[in-house]
């Protein structure tokens, strides 16, 4: 069991862990969401959406622009990195939220580029190599070990 780690102080309460009970505003019940329910709203970096989109929004509008498709990569990755939750940073119903895998595709060469959540070692699949019009799904196997390029 994830154990709550809260700290408050006279202006903040901040956890990993959404409370349970009801938002209520005046005599209405509020609908749950992340937003109104994250432990760790207004901390700089929080994980509710509108925090993590807009620092994507300002890198991708400030990043230095890529000149090849590796480049292209290399921007949305770091960019989408901003927006990925850790396992542990935010625990709705006793179990954690977090960004399962982040992934990037580059329309010119139809390169279709993933990494999951246990394995950042990116993968590729070309979609124009595939009979994308076929009837029957295509599926490829998704590495989940870590994978580590040792150098000595």
């Not at 850790?86 to 399962?100: F, N, W």
Request: aromatic share 10%; charged share 20%.
């Amino acid at each position: 069991m994830q154990e709550n780690r809260r700290i408050t102080s006279q202006n903040a309460s901040l956890s990993s862990i959404q409370p349970s009970e009801d938002v209520v505003w005046g005599n209405y019940q509020l609908v749950k969401s992340p937003e109104l329910l994250a432990g760790n709203f207004g901390i700089p970096g929080d994980y509710t959406s509108p925090s993590r989109y807009v620092r994507a929004a300002f890198l991708r509008n400030h990043i230095e622009q890529a000149e090849t498709e590796m480049d292209g990569l290399r921007n949305a990755i770091r960019i989408l990195d901003y927006c990925s939750v850790a396992k542990g940073a935010d625990i709705e119903d006793g179990r954690p939220s977090y960004t399962l895998y982040t992934s990037a595709m580059c329309s010119q060469t139809g390169n279709y580029y993933y990494h999951s959540y246990t394995n950042n070692q990116i993968n590729a699949v070309n979609l124009y190599r595939e009979n994308l019009d076929g009837s029957a799904p295509i599926s490829y196997h998704v590495p989940h070990e870590q994978s580590v390029r040792y150098q000595n």
